[in-house]
């Protein structure tokens, strides 16, 4: 039995000389069949964009027969009293802290003990699966989503790493994530299978990874610093190993103030 599909789409995907041009990125959605085009950003607006305002996308999709939903129980931003938080060393065992700013949403330096959005405990938030239970109906009722977010590159983006992962844990039996990207100029598909690899394969190349000697083994115990991840096997320990090291690049900081900007989310 072939699997029902559902596409995920960055925005800035479309990006043109004159900002996002919806034209071209509805025409897309159209080609694949899209009954509805749901906005997974905690905050559906964009300083930077503001032709991808909700409001803005509501009209385009009634003029282009694709109508906007938003779904902001899976945004990626939460609230400070959801019991989401860790310790970034609990969800990281090795010591490579701090992350460099650069490497971080918030754009500041992460220490050991600061407490970040934990993606483990994220995707079994209760509000986060009323998100997933939205989108369990719409299939229910025969309707073909894409989850659309800002960032272009899905591996760089929550759609992928939380929303994706956990539709496909839930529904995999009948349900294929497909992420349109584009590719020496063509648009095109990429599945959560091949972004997994491609995302493995760059962070076992990063540097400071290469440093961590993931694969040695100990001269006196035989054991690989590998072996500390979850997994029977070799390939179950490196997804958990780079599934606990992309949550340190993109988990964002516990904010007791709560004061998060528009700006924040392109």
């Not at 950003?41 to 509501?58: A, G, T």
């Not at 496909?168 to 599945?191: M, S």
Request: proline share 3%; glycine share 4%.
């Amino acid at each position: 039995m072939e699997k029902q599909k559902i596409y995920t789409i960055g925005y800035t995907l479309f990006n043109s000389k004159i900002g996002i041009d919806l034209v071209k990125m509805f025409s897309t959605l159209k080609e694949y069949k899209v009954s509805y085009l749901a906005d997974v950003r905690s905050i559906p607006y964009s300083r930077q964009y503001p032709q991808c305002n909700s409001d803005n996308l509501k009209i385009a999709g009634d003029t282009y027969s694709v109508p906007y939903i938003h779904i902001p129980e899976v945004g990626a931003k939460v609230s400070p009293q959801q019991d989401v938080f860790s310790k970034a060393s609990e969800i990281f065992f090795d010591d490579i802290f701090p992350i460099a700013a650069s490497n971080r949403p918030e754009r500041t330096e992460l220490k050991s003990y600061e407490e970040i959005v934990d993606f483990r405990k994220f995707r079994n938030d209760d509000l986060f699966l009323q998100g997933i239970k939205r989108i369990e109906n719409a299939y229910d009722k025969g309707y073909t989503l894409a989850l659309m977010c800002s960032e272009k590159d899905p591996m760089n983006c929550h759609r992928f790493f939380l929303i994706s992962r956990k539709l496909e844990e839930l529904f995999g039996e009948w349900l294929e994530v497909e992420h349109i990207v584009e590719d020496k100029g063509e648009i095109t598909t990429i599945t959560n299978n091949v972004l997994e690899k491609e995302l493995t394969d760059a962070i076992l190349k990063k540097k400071e990874v290469l440093n961590l000697n993931l694969f040695q083994q100990d001269m006196f115990t035989g054991e690989s610093p590998i072996n500390n991840y979850y997994g029977e096997t070799k390939q179950e320990k490196e997804y958990d190993f780079c599934d606990r090291y992309w949550n340190l690049m993109h988990g964002w900081k516990k904010d007791s103030s709560n004061n998060y900007k528009i700006e924040d989310y392109d």
